[in-house]
Protein backbone atom coordinates (compact mmCIF):
# COMPACT_ATOMS: atom_id res chain seq x y z
CA UNK A 1 0.00 0.00 0.00
CA UNK A 2 2.66 2.44 0.86
CA UNK A 3 4.79 3.83 -1.84
CA UNK A 4 7.91 6.27 -1.49
CA UNK A 5 7.65 7.97 -4.34
CA UNK A 6 3.89 8.96 -2.70
CA UNK A 7 5.73 10.67 0.37
CA UNK A 8 5.76 14.45 0.30
CA UNK A 9 7.72 15.72 1.96
CA UNK A 10 8.61 19.19 3.28
CA UNK A 11 10.43 21.48 4.40
CA UNK A 12 12.64 20.57 7.90
CA UNK A 13 13.46 22.60 10.49
CA UNK A 14 16.63 23.59 11.99
CA UNK A 15 16.22 23.38 15.48
CA UNK A 16 17.83 24.48 18.67
CA UNK A 17 17.06 24.83 22.18
CA UNK A 18 14.74 27.84 21.78
CA UNK A 19 12.42 26.02 18.80
CA UNK A 20 10.93 22.73 18.48
CA UNK A 21 12.66 19.34 18.05
CA UNK A 22 11.34 15.87 17.46
CA UNK A 23 13.23 13.09 19.27
CA UNK A 24 13.30 9.46 17.33
CA UNK A 25 11.63 7.92 15.70
CA UNK A 26 9.63 10.47 14.30
CA UNK A 27 10.98 13.70 12.15
CA UNK A 28 9.45 16.84 12.25
CA UNK A 29 8.50 18.78 8.89
CA UNK A 30 6.69 21.99 8.46
CA UNK A 31 5.17 24.14 5.40
CA UNK A 32 4.66 27.66 5.42
CA UNK A 33 0.75 27.16 4.12
CA UNK A 34 0.34 24.87 7.31
CA UNK A 35 -1.58 25.56 10.14
CA UNK A 36 0.18 23.60 12.44
CA UNK A 37 3.46 20.76 12.51
CA UNK A 38 3.39 17.59 10.80
CA UNK A 39 5.10 14.96 11.97
CA UNK A 40 6.05 11.90 9.34
CA UNK A 41 4.26 8.72 10.84
CA UNK A 42 3.96 5.15 9.42
CA UNK A 43 1.40 3.63 11.05
CA UNK A 44 -1.70 1.09 10.37
CA UNK A 45 -4.80 2.22 11.31
CA UNK A 46 -8.25 1.18 11.11
CA UNK A 47 -11.31 3.19 10.30
CA UNK A 48 -15.26 3.11 10.27
CA UNK A 49 -17.74 5.34 8.55
CA UNK A 50 -20.05 6.62 10.37
CA UNK A 51 -21.40 9.14 7.83
CA UNK A 52 -20.89 8.83 4.47
CA UNK A 53 -21.48 12.53 2.31
CA UNK A 54 -25.08 12.86 1.82
CA UNK A 55 -26.37 9.72 3.66
CA UNK A 56 -27.57 8.82 7.17
CA UNK A 57 -25.97 8.37 9.96
CA UNK A 58 -24.47 5.08 11.36
CA UNK A 59 -24.25 6.48 15.19
CA UNK A 60 -23.07 2.80 15.92
CA UNK A 61 -20.45 2.95 12.90
CA UNK A 62 -21.20 0.14 9.95
CA UNK A 63 -19.75 -3.35 9.46
CA UNK A 64 -17.57 -2.85 7.33
CA UNK A 65 -13.69 -1.63 8.99
CA UNK A 66 -11.51 -0.30 6.36
CA UNK A 67 -7.64 -0.09 6.50
CA UNK A 68 -4.84 2.41 6.13
CA UNK A 69 -1.64 3.80 6.69
CA UNK A 70 -0.56 7.33 8.22
CA UNK A 71 1.80 9.08 5.85
CA UNK A 72 1.64 12.09 8.23
CA UNK A 73 0.33 13.47 11.22
CA UNK A 74 -0.58 16.59 13.10
CA UNK A 75 -2.59 18.08 15.87
CA UNK A 76 -5.57 19.30 12.99
CA UNK A 77 -5.41 16.03 10.91
CA UNK A 78 -3.95 13.29 8.84
CA UNK A 79 -2.97 11.56 5.70
CA UNK A 80 -4.16 8.16 5.18
CA UNK A 81 -3.38 5.82 2.31
CA UNK A 82 -6.33 3.55 1.70
CA UNK A 83 -7.34 1.02 -0.70
CA UNK A 84 -11.19 1.86 0.50
CA UNK A 85 -11.00 5.89 0.69
CA UNK A 86 -14.42 7.52 2.11
CA UNK A 87 -15.98 10.31 0.16
CA UNK A 88 -14.90 13.80 0.75
CA UNK A 89 -17.51 15.05 3.60
CA UNK A 90 -17.92 11.83 4.79
CA UNK A 91 -17.43 11.77 8.73
CA UNK A 92 -15.61 8.46 10.38
CA UNK A 93 -13.73 6.92 13.56
CA UNK A 94 -10.29 6.24 13.56
CA UNK A 95 -8.51 4.21 15.47
CA UNK A 96 -4.60 3.75 15.03
CA UNK A 97 -1.62 2.45 16.98
CA UNK A 98 1.60 4.56 16.98
CA UNK A 99 5.00 2.98 18.00
CA UNK A 100 3.14 -0.47 18.07
CA UNK A 101 2.29 0.45 21.72
CA UNK A 102 0.25 3.58 22.11
CA UNK A 103 -3.56 2.90 21.33
CA UNK A 104 -6.05 6.01 20.22
CA UNK A 105 -9.14 4.79 19.12
CA UNK A 106 -12.60 6.62 18.52
CA UNK A 107 -11.37 9.66 16.52
CA UNK A 108 -13.69 11.64 14.94
CA UNK A 109 -12.46 13.04 11.78
CA UNK A 110 -13.88 14.27 8.53
CA UNK A 111 -12.30 13.86 5.00
CA UNK A 112 -11.46 16.78 3.72
CA UNK A 113 -10.09 15.79 0.50
CA UNK A 114 -9.12 12.74 -2.10
CA UNK A 115 -6.10 12.42 -4.17
CA UNK A 116 -6.42 9.44 -6.18
CA UNK A 117 -4.80 10.22 -9.47
CA UNK A 118 -1.32 8.16 -9.21
CA UNK A 119 -1.90 4.52 -7.28
CA UNK A 120 -3.14 4.31 -4.14
CA UNK A 121 -5.62 6.81 -3.03
CA UNK A 122 -4.74 9.42 -0.32
CA UNK A 123 -7.00 10.41 1.93
CA UNK A 124 -6.53 13.82 4.02
CA UNK A 125 -8.87 14.01 6.83
CA UNK A 126 -9.21 16.48 9.86
CA UNK A 127 -10.14 15.87 13.32
CA UNK A 128 -13.57 17.23 14.62
CA UNK A 129 -15.43 17.21 17.78
CA UNK A 130 -19.03 16.74 17.65
CA UNK A 131 -19.51 20.85 18.48
CA UNK A 132 -17.93 21.09 14.69
CA UNK A 133 -20.28 18.49 13.26
CA UNK A 134 -23.98 20.38 13.86
CA UNK A 135 -22.83 21.80 10.07
CA UNK A 136 -23.47 18.03 8.62
CA UNK A 137 -25.82 16.39 10.98
CA UNK A 138 -28.68 17.43 12.81
CA UNK A 139 -29.48 17.88 16.53
CA UNK A 140 -30.96 14.17 16.62
CA UNK A 141 -27.76 12.86 14.90
CA UNK A 142 -25.53 14.11 17.31
CA UNK A 143 -27.62 12.56 19.91
CA UNK A 144 -27.67 9.52 18.34
CA UNK A 145 -23.60 9.10 17.95
CA UNK A 146 -22.51 7.03 20.34
CA UNK A 147 -20.34 8.91 23.44
CA UNK A 148 -17.19 7.11 22.61
CA UNK A 149 -16.08 9.08 19.49
CA UNK A 150 -14.64 12.07 20.19
CA UNK A 151 -12.16 14.81 19.45
CA UNK A 152 -8.28 14.12 18.76
CA UNK A 153 -6.90 17.30 20.07
CA UNK A 154 -6.14 16.08 23.88
CA UNK A 155 -5.24 12.74 22.36
CA UNK A 156 -2.67 14.17 20.24
CA UNK A 157 -1.08 16.24 22.04
CA UNK A 158 -0.18 14.26 25.28
CA UNK A 159 1.00 11.81 22.46
CA UNK A 160 3.04 14.69 21.01
CA UNK A 161 4.12 15.27 24.13
CA UNK A 162 6.35 12.00 24.45
CA UNK A 163 8.21 13.22 21.21
CA UNK A 164 7.95 16.66 20.52
CA UNK A 165 10.45 19.02 22.99
CA UNK A 166 10.68 22.85 23.42
Known sequence: MLKSSRLKFVTEIETDQKELKAESPFKLHTEERRKFIRLEVEESLVFD??????????????DETRSGVTLNLSEGGM?????EPAAEGSIIAITLTLQQEIRVGDILARVKRLDSTVGTPLMGIEFVGRDNLSDCLSTAELELLDPRYNRFEKQVNKVLANYVKR
Open 79 to 83: LIDTT
Open 49 to 62: VLKHYNCALSPQGT
